[in-house]
């Protein structure tokens, strides 16, 4: 099974910050490799795809990048609504998420 | 407007069994491959299983193989799973999810999730 290692697991912000999370897989992966963003209480809402595909819809203050084994979601300028926790997840091989990573208001 | 409801979760005494329903419309159902992926309490996002949109390549997770099994009916717009053998471990909300169909294979719309409490 394909193994996602996402860091940190809890980031403390502030608005008009930049943030970056990283993700790492056991094995290559190619760019099968997607970021999801949820709310307390709400479903998973999909934010890139395919490694730096930007959802439609979503805001490109997110981006994402990387191929292989090393991704990072980056959010450009941290908005009130971005307070949230993030997950990446494989698509290369079923499918697997890592385990979050909880992102604060400072 | 595309919408996955799900039904069908409850509390259960550990070793029982439930059936988890889905519901999908506002799209063609039987074009999509869907998937259940579960959250415990307070914990992580945990995919599941998996089943094509003709029914013919299904995929579970270690944790539930043996023990769960996805089907779809397309006639009626439904997926299912079948849960026997439930452990506390297995106390989660379900989410019942579609495959984007793009090939780099992300989830594009997620149900609100039902909720499966297993406990003595």
């Known amino acids: 099974d394909i193994q996602m290692t996402q860091s940190p697991s809890s980031l403390s912000a502030s608005v008009r910050d930049r943030v970056t999370i990283t993700c790492r897989a056991s094995q290559s992966i190619n760019t099968y490799l997607n970021w999801y963003q949820q709310k307390p209480g709400k479903a998973p809402k999909v934010l890139i795809y395919a490694a730096s595909s930007l959802q439609s819809g979503v805001p490109s203050r997110f981006s994402g990048s990387g191929s292989g084994t090393n991704f990072t979601l980056t959010i450009s300028s941290l908005q009130p609504e971005d307070f949230a926790t993030y997950y990446c997840?494989?698509?290369?091989?079923?499918?697997?998420f890592g385990q979050g990573t909880k992102l604060e208001i400072k | 407007e595309v919408q996955l409801v799900e039904s069908g979760g409850g509390l259960v005494k550990p070793g029982e069994s439930l059936r988890l329903s889905c519901a999908g419309s506002g799209f063609t159902f039987s074009g999509y491959s869907m998937n259940w992926v579960r959250q415990a309490p307070g914990k992580g996002l945990e995919w599941v299983s998996s089943i094509s949109p003709r029914g013919d390549y299904i995929h579970y997770a270690d944790s539930v193989k043996g023990r769960f099994t996805i089907s779809r009916d397309n006639a009626k717009n439904s997926l299912y799973l079948q849960v026997n053998s439930l452990r506390a471990e297995d106390t989660a909300v379900y989410y019942c999810v579609r495959d984007s169909g793009r090939s780099s294979y992300y989830f594009d719309y997620w149900g609100q999730g039902t909720l499966v409490t297993v406990s003595s």
């Open positions: 997840q494989q698509s290369y091989r079923t499918s697997t």
